[in-house]
C-alpha cells in the first residue's frame, strides 16, 4: 500500500530554517507530481508547493516563494521543502500528498494520497 512519511517538523524561533522530508513508498515514485500542503489550528487545509514528476519544475505560493524550495530525489523516494526566515504566521501542520499525475497541481483534489503530516511551530 502507498505510504507518505513526513519528518523534520519541529519547533523554531522566528527567522529560522527547518528541512521537511516525504518519503514515499508503495507508488512508482517517478510517475508521481508532489505537493506540500499546510494546516493551522482552526483554518482549512492550505496548498504550499507542487513538483512534478521530474524535479524540473515547481510552484510555491507567494507567501513563500522566497521563502521555501521544494526538491526531490526520485532515487531516493524523497520529495523535500526547505523553509527559511519561517515566521509564526508559517506555524502549521505540514502535510505531503502524491498525484496520481506527473504534472505540477495546486488543487486538493488532484492528489490521492497524503502523509500523516508534520508539526511545525515557530515561536516570535
Known amino acids: 500500500q502507498v505510504q507518505l512519511v513526513e519528518s523534520g517538523g519541529g519547533s523554531v524561533p522566528a527567522g529560522g530554517s527547518l528541512r521537511l522530508s516525504c518519503v514515499a513508498s508503495?507508488?512508482?515514485?517517478?510517475?508521481?507530481?508532489m505537493g506540500w500542503f499546510r494546516q493551522a489550528p482552526g483554518k482549512a487545509r492550505e496548498f504550499v508547493g507542487t513538483i512534478n514528476a521530474d524535479g524540473g519544475i515547481t510552484f510555491l505560493i507567494n507567501r513563500v516563494n522566497d521563502r521555501y524550495t521544494m526538491s526531490r530525489d526520485n532515487a531516493k523516494n524523497t520529495v523535500y521543502l526547505q523553509m527559511t526566515s519561517l515566521k509564526p504566521e508559517d506555524t502549521a501542520v505540514y502535510y505531503c500528498?502524491?498525484?496520481?499525475?506527473?504534472?505540477?497541481?495546486?488543487?486538493?483534489?488532484?492528489?490521492?494520497?497524503w502523509g500523516q503530516g508534520t508539526q511545525v511551530t515557530v515561536s516570535s
Open positions: 508503495g507508488l512508482t515514485f517517478v510517475d508521481n507530481a
Open positions: 500528498a502524491a498525484s496520481p499525475k506527473p504534472g505540477i497541481s495546486r488543487y486538493f483534489n488532484d492528489y490521492n494520497y
